[in-house]
């Protein structure tokens, strides 16, 4: 269990396990409170535990998705206590503790309710530095003020481009914004939509080709919309030279599940994936694009020797099907080998290689359970599908890939990186060959995790959403 007592310890800055991270800053003058309150909230732990926990959920998860009854302030929370609620299931706990002792319990659930507030910390966490396994991390800020920066795409002169869902593609100089792209296509920004993923050509020094992905209505945003490969060039500020590559079609009006990753194999090839749009019956049907990695040339031509591309019906550009909400889409040029994230059900998060041609199960085969606590499908092996490298019960969504080249991260080098959307953090993952062989969690409650990138300059670098901020990661001594 989280131990919020810790919280009261007069240091400034804790890492308790790998798995949170808080800080606070106490003087010497008021550490003797603290000593009291610490054993005030040790008790109250304990008898939290012994009397509440089987109700309320030892991790005191039922509160933070309570809509609450009787009021979150610490008084009301001592009434609760108090009084209990005995047609409802809970019986008064005033004879059972002493008025101390209620209001050590009421601050112990209260204290858990403030802490995601405390957690965040980032401007405390940008001057620190963060121990993880390997390396100690200072966190280098590079843009705030963001919507949600889904994309990052860095120029032969070491500009970033920046995709923001909200529609908007933004150019910074070091951390300095230098302004907007003009000349988008239109596009729907709904739901989950909006300007996607962002990437150059690997040969964007000759060809000038930057590619990026979003969401479009091929007749009306009434009629709904799908996700959509586009690539242009930059002049000035300014798109030209607009070309569509690819729309994930059918158009529907629901809002999630887009996929939208752009990867490249330097082999003339560009990949997308495409989400099933909230239909899983989508992505075992060859016969429409969505729930599936598409593969084309990368002037959007059919290559001939896709999978499918002499079977009757099926869609032509389809590489793999029988995904999700793939999120992540990375090519390790090193290895020829193409990694892909997807958001299982509540539970089953996946990390996949992507091989011509395979199945990869969803929604016949998966690790989760339905967001009602159904159990989607007991099968979690099935001849002809493939199984994931890795999974995550529960679910952390996924999003954004990334493998660590270069020597700056000692201990690092090869790790895939992967975004986690719910869990607001960024994991670390050691690879033996394809196998996972350890993750390790990274900056906690940084941000919903969308995008990671490789910069140029060797760095890591992550975007988080909801403010919407970019970050470097910079070892230290
Ligand atoms: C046997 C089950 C049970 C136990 C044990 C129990 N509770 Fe409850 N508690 C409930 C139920 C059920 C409700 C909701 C009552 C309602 O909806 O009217 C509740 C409500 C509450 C509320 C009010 C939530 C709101 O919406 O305002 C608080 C605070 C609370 N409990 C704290 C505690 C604490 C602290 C303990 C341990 C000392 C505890 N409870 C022990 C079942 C329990």
Redesign the pocket.
Known sequence: MRNTALKFIPIVAVMISSQLFMTSALTAQNASVATSQDSMLVEAAK??KS??A???QEDLGWYKT?K?????GLG??AT??TTG?PD????S?RNAFTKKQIQG??TY?HNSLDREKEEKGIDLMDKNRLPTEKVFLRLDTIATGLDSPWGMAFLPNGDMLVSDKQGKMLRFHKKKLLGEISGLPEMVVAGQGGLLDIRLHPDYKKNGWLYFTYSSSSVSKEEGWNTTLMRAKIKGNKLVEKQVLFKALPDTKIGHHLGGRIAFDGKGHVFVSAGERGFGDNAQDLTNDCGKIHRLNDDGTLPADNPFIDQAGAKKTIWTYGHRNPQGLIYNAETGVLWESEHGPKGGDELNIIERGKNYGWPLVCFGINYDGTILTRDTIRAGMEQPITYWIPSIAPCGLAFVKGTKYKGWEGNILVGSLRFKYLVRCELDGNKVTHKEVLLPNIGRLRDIEMGPDGFVYISVESPGMIFKLVPVE
């Open positions: 008898n939290y009397v509440c089987s109700c309320h309570r609450w009854k009787y009021g979150k009301d929370i609760s206590i609620y409802m299931g809970m019986l706990f319990l009421a659930v």
